[in-house]
């Protein structure tokens, strides 16, 4: 056969390429490919966004890919991210959920067809914003405790039942407006009966 029929059909062939993660170069978002007995230079990975707006999420050794390479050299070569394996099988078979799981066994995923979003196995979870953070829901529930660094504010009402030990409030409290009672006992207008000047005790409320 001719040498550049030869050629030719190396490149064809080497247009796209399955092949399995081989290492990683993350401070430059690199990476090789092992296709067949050989493993490429190390070539960049496609991201969803890589722009002004940009994404992360690199590969991982012996992760299956896909290797694009325009005019069949691999020197010119982009890895295209990801097709399932044995080794790494689809962590889901529904057709309603969109679902990210983590290493960690953190799971985050959308359900369209229940409008539920859940994630689980999360370690901690960190929200910063400069400004209004808002909550708009008819029902927030927290299971565990709740702790608030700052002023706490709200808008309509308080309202709890005790734990194992009651209910305690530790330093001052101040009481702006409004009737303040205590198992029916208006606290600032109550008067005592059998008070006497000096006496070391008063009656009890009226």
Wanted: cysteine-free; hydrophobic content about 35%; charged content about 10%.
């Amino acid at each position: 056969m001719d040498a550049h029929l030869i050629e030719l059909a190396r490149r064809l062939d080497n247009l796209i390429r399955l092949g399995t993660i081989h290492s990683v170069d993350l401070p430059n978002a690199r990476a090789r490919v092992t296709i067949g007995g050989l493993t490429t230079a190390w070539l960049p990975w496609m991201a969803e966004r890589a722009g002004t707006t940009r994404q992360w999420s690199a590969p991982t050794v012996g992760e299956q890919v896909m290797v694009l390479s325009p005019g069949g050299d691999f020197a010119a070569g982009v890895i295209l991210m990801s097709a399932y394996s044995t080794a790494s099988a689809a962590p889901s078979n529904s057709d309603t959920e969109h679902l990210t799981v983590y290493p960690d066994g953190a799971r985050i995923a959308y359900d369209h067809a229940t409008g539920a979003l859940t994630a689980t196995g999360v370690q901690t979870a960190t929200l910063q914003s400069a400004g209004l953070v808002t909550i708009d829901a008819p029902d927030t529930h927290i299971t565990g405790t709740l702790t608030v660094d700052q002023l706490l504010t709200y808008g309509n009402g308080l309202s709890g039942t005790g734990g194992s030990n009651g209910n305690q409030i530790s330093g001052d409290f101040t009481h702006a407006s409004g009737q303040l009672s205590s198992n029916g006992i208006v606290l600032d207008s109550h008067q005592h009966t059998g008070v006497q000047p000096g006496g070391s005790t008063t009656g009890g409320p009226v």
